[in-house]
């Protein structure tokens, strides 16, 4: 195996071609899914080693980079080469050409059902098919918003919210412990807020982080400010991510929090709704806030720690 992968870091270093690890690192796409558009779709047709390894051309990123920004504007990874090749009629319902409203059914007819399968299968497929911060945006916040708008409004219930949010538990864990995990990338600390129980925001973006390249220690839900400093000295960590969606602690933000930063030589982030509405007391203890948005958060931290290759 390890001679396999000599050979295509030789062939690539020899003709300028990136191996698939490498393209799914630039590019935030796993390697399952580029097979994927390439077998199913015809997407992207890479070069092959005589033992058979993907071989990929900078053409091909930048191919995979005008897919990407074609799927984020709603198009179906089905009619990506269409509009790809400029046949593809511009009055095309948006209803046809969404896949995230279809995948917002499924998963939705399935949660009402308490459907475990249909939840299972439905995530898988967008999984397969599109980059897991895309499938965050565009499918999960959407439906666990949608799912405390049922609740509100008496539609719904708690016992939905609590269904979902357990599968995703156990779904994102799964996923995390499972992910390839960077040898080499920045280490990050991630943690919710102490009396922070909700850990489903911090668990897409630790997911979407080791995508990016970095490696993440998880503390999870309700952590004390306090306890923090030993699991960044010890692990080497880089950088500190903390969320928070409640109300914060009394003295968490005004004394904890100051008191944290002055303990490390670190960054120290904060993500989630309390980011935003308690974003100048945040700045105060020194700290940096991100928002709610997993793609600009993790952009923000590239930019303070240098970008992961």
């Known amino acids: 195996m390890a001679q396999n992968s000599k050979e295509s870091e030789d062939h690539s270093k020899a003709e300028g071609l990136y191996p698939i690890r490498t393209v799914s690192s630039l590019t935030g796409v796993n390697s399952i899914t580029l097979r994927a558009w390439e077998r199913r779709y015809g997407l992207i047709?890479?070069?092959?080693?005589?033992?058979?390894?993907?071989?990929?051309?900078?053409?091909?990123?930048?191919?995979?980079?005008?897919?990407?920004?074609?799927?984020?504007?709603?198009?179906?990874?089905?009619?990506?080469?269409?509009?790809?090749?400029?046949?593809?009629?511009e009055t095309f319902s948006r209803e046809k050409s969404d896949p995230w409203s279809a995948?917002?059914?499924?998963m939705l007819n399935a949660i009402v059902r308490f459907d475990?399968?249909?939840?299972d299968n439905t995530y898988n497929d967008a999984l397969s098919?599109?980059?897991?911060?895309?499938?965050?945006?565009?499918?999960?916040?959407?439906?666990?918003?949608?799912?405390g708008l049922r609740w509100e409004s008496a539609e719904g219930s708690i016992a939905e919210e609590h269904f979902f949010g357990a599968y995703l538990r156990n779904k994102l864990g799964a996923r995390f412990h499972h992910h390839p995990t960077s040898l080499e990338g920045p280490a990050i600390v991630a943690a919710c807020m102490p009396g922070e129980q909700h850990e489903i925001g911090l668990?897409?973006?630790?997911?979407?982080?080791?995508?990016?390249?970095?490696?993440?220690?998880?503390?999870?839900?309700?952590?004390?400010?306090?306890?923090?400093?030993?699991?960044?000295?010890?692990s080497e960590s880089?950088?500190?991510?903390?969320?928070?969606?409640v109300e914060p602690q009394a003295q968490a933000l005004t004394e904890q929090l100051p008191?944290?930063?002055?303990?490390?030589?670190?960054?120290?982030?904060?993500?989630?709704?309390?980011?935003?509405?308690?974003?100048?007391?945040?700045?105060?203890?020194?700290?940096?806030?991100?928002?709610?948005?997993?793609?600009?958060?993790?952009?923000?931290?590239?930019?303070?720690?240098?970008?992961?290759?």
Do not use: W
Request: one cysteine or more; aromatic letters at 4%.
């Open 203 to 234: 668990m897409l973006f630790c997911l979407s982080a080791l995508t990016h390249g970095y490696r993440i220690v998880y503390l999870g839900a309700d952590t004390p400010l306090d306890e923090i400093v030993t699991p960044v000295e010890r």
């Open 259 to 309: 008191s944290l930063v002055s303990l490390l030589n670190v960054p120290v982030f904060i993500g989630g709704s309390t980011a935003v509405k308690y974003r100048d007391a945040i700045v105060e203890a020194g700290a940096i806030p991100l928002g709610t948005d997993i793609s600009l958060a993790l952009r923000r931290i590239d930019e303070e720690l240098g970008s992961v290759d």
């Open 129 to 147: 098919l599109y980059p897991v911060e895309m499938v965050t945006k565009h499918l999960i916040l959407p439906l666990l918003k949608t799912l």
């Open 116 to 119: 475990v399968n249909g939840l």
């Open 238 to 245: 880089q950088a500190v991510l903390l969320s928070g969606s």
């Open 103 to 106: 995948y917002q059914r499924r």
């Open 45 to 89: 047709k890479p070069v092959r080693t005589p033992k058979g390894h993907r071989l990929y051309t900078q053409n091909d990123i930048d191919l995979i980079q005008q897919v990407l920004e074609l799927l984020d504007k709603g198009i179906s990874i089905g009619q990506v080469k269409d509009h790809l090749q400029g046949s593809a009629q």
